[in-house]
């Protein structure tokens, strides 16, 4: 079926270094991938999105192209911050699905940036 | 702007009980959803209802219910809570049509002694 991969579990980093995420994800229908993030005891909220092929989508320092040849849509950021600690979710949704706005959501990658 | 209101915060059970949970939203969204929150499973569907009277199961219905009140409001019921289950319910809602942004609260975290 339908499914999205990310990196698993844990990524930790110093601060100012540049960190790539993956999400890779599966599907027959036209893919439109979003990155929501999550900090700690908040709401997730969203961080990107997109479904144009080769296109790179920028928002606060965060960037991320969708590769419908690779079904890649990797979250990336030249330097980290210690406020960029938090929950990272890719998301998939699929025009062409009978369900309206369902989201599909990989399992999440936790980012600790350490001073 | 708007804001997705969900209660209790907290929420502690018993084993077999019946538990409601209640989300609340201003946006004037049309679709609203239910997800659960594992540690380490990402976030799943219970349910989602596209419009006022509308309601569909998504893929973790078994042992819900659910009931869209009105246009704001959306509640989730766990029909028999199960014992040493923890978990964390996001209320979401976004407007109706394809690849719309989705908007969640802060969510309620259950804890069944």
């Known amino acids: 079926g339908d499914s999205v991969t990310q990196t698993e579990g844990l990524v930790t980093l110093t601060k100012g270094l540049p960190v790539m995420l993956n999400c890779t994800y599966q599907t027959t229908y036209s893919p439109f991938l979003f990155w929501y993030v999550q900090h700690l005891n908040e709401a997730p909220k969203l961080l990107l999105k997109s479904s144009t092929d080769n296109k790179r989508t920028e928002h606060q320092g965060f960037y991320a192209t969708l590769h419908k040849s690779s079904s890649s849509f990797h979250l990336q950021k030249s330097s980290v911050q210690l406020s960029d600690s938090a929950l990272y979710f890719c998301a998939l949704s699929e025009k062409g699905t009978q369900v309206v706005g369902q989201l599909t959501f990989g399992r999440g990658t936790r980012l600790q940036v350490y001073a | 702007g708007g804001i997705i209101t969900q209660t209790p915060k907290f929420l502690i059970g018993q084993e077999g009980q019946k538990l409601t949970l209640k989300c609340q939203q201003n946006f004037n969204h049309d679709t609203m959803y239910w997800y659960r929150q594992d540690s380490g499973k990402g976030l799943r569907l219970i349910y989602y209802s596209i419009t006022e009277n509308d309601l569909q199961k998504g893929d973790l219905s078994e042992g819900y219910d659910a009931s869209r009140e009105k246009k704001s409001s959306f509640s989730l019921t766990v029909t028999s809570a199960q014992k040493n289950e923890m978990a964390v319910f996001l209320c979401?809602?976004?407007?109706?049509?394809?690849?719309?942004?989705?908007?969640f609260g802060p969510g309620t975290r259950l804890t069944v002694l």
């Open positions: 979401a809602s976004s407007i109706r049509g394809d690849y719309a942004e989705q908007f």
